[in-house]
Structures are given as C-alpha cells and as structure tokens.
C-alpha cells in the first residue's frame, strides 16, 4: 500500500477509509488491529469497516482497499 500511495506522491496520511477482509475474522482480528495501529498514526487513523469472509481469491487471508485523497 505504501509504494502504492508514493507512486501517486501520496502517504498514509492520505488515506481517508480503510477495508479490511478476513477470512478466519475471529483468529485475525486481534493481531490485524495491531498492525492497522502500527501503520496509521494516531493522528492520521482513516475510518475502517473489517468484515468476516468466507473466501478471497487466490485463497488470500486477507484483502486490504483503501481510498486516499490529495
């Protein structure tokens, strides 16, 4: 997401909204919180939605959108 965002002249601090998908929610919500506060100043913590899923492609855990502004 960083290279992402930098490719465009933009940082975290950009990032307005966050959406998470997990699909094993109750053993990864816990530990996802933790990175998502790692990744987001205080200051800067975009709204996040986190839903529980029964698949992602490719068989991913976890499916991660976002939407930055200038």
Do not use: W
Not at 55 to 61: E, G, Y
């Amino acid at each position: 997401m960083r290279s992402c965002l930098a490719d465009l002249g933009l940082d975290m601090r950009n990032v307005v909204s966050v959406r998470v998908f997990l699909t094993e929610f109750k053993r990864d919500y816990d530990e996802m919180n933790q990175a998502y506060a790692e990744f987001f100043e205080v200051e800067h913590r975009p709204t996040r939605t986190c839903v529980g899923v029964t698949s992602i492609v490719r068989d991913a855990l976890v499916e991660i959108d976002c939407i930055a502004k200038r």
